[in-house]
């Protein structure tokens, strides 16, 4: 079943070049997380189904994704957050 999230990543990764996903877990006050970000640092965040299926999105759409709990976050997602103030 697609979503209107499910949507908006596949727009994302389809339109952008060089996309790396970063799959945030659980926690007690949010739901599990995927983060998108391109090559130029842009990037996007929506609530997903669960782990597995965040890793599965990413498979499916030829975009590595990562534990972000484990990896952190790449320095050009910093770096477009600066460039956007």
């Known amino acids: 079943m697609r979503t209107v999230e ?8 389809t339109s952008r070049r060089g996309v790396e996903g970063f799959v945030e877990p659980r926690t007690a006050v949010s739901d599990v997380t995927l ?3 391109a090559h130029d640092g842009e990037w996007t965040r929506r609530r ?22 484990v990896v952190g976050y790449p320095s ?5 957050n600066r460039r956007q103030r």
Do not use: I, T
């Open 6 to 13: 499910e949507d908006y990543l596949r727009e994302f990764v």
């Open 35 to 37: 983060v998108l970000v």
């Open 48 to 69: 997903v189904p669960s782990v597995e299926w965040a890793h599965r999105f990413a498979n499916q759409h030829g975009v590595p994704s990562y534990d972000a709990a």
């Open 76 to 80: 050009r997602m910093r770096e477009y």
